[in-house]
């Protein structure tokens, strides 16, 4: 099962196996083709409210160097929207981030 599916020319990978409610996940992206920052990043709740709306200045990648992770902690469970876009360009990607429930013990 895959945490996180993508599509897009702007790939959303997350870094922690197995999200569940009240975790931080980090997000990098990695841009398939050659584009400029800066970038708007969107990520929407199951429920349909905007969690993070940030803009970019440089694209977390993950690698050595690069800006640090995009953070955030999920409030519920469920399929959240990730949406990232070049602000002047054409590159985007759209991706879903299936948080499961907390265990109960």
Do not use: H
């Amino acid at each position: 099962m895959s945490l996180v599916e993508s599509s897009g020319s702007i790939e959303t990978v997350c870094n922690s196996p197995g999200a569940k409610v009240g975790d931080t996940l980090k997000l990098v992206f990695r841009a398939l083709d050659d584009s400029e920052p800066p970038y708007t990043v969107k990520i929407i709740s199951p429920a349909g409210k905007v969690v993070v709306e940030r803009v970019l200045r440089e694209l977390p990648t993950g690698r050595p160097q690069s800006a640090p992770p995009l953070t955030f902690t999920a409030p519920a469970e469920g399929d959240y929207k990730v949406e990232i876009w070049q602000l002047y360009g054409k590159s985007r990607g759209q991706a879903t981030l299936r948080v499961a429930a907390v265990d109960a013990g």
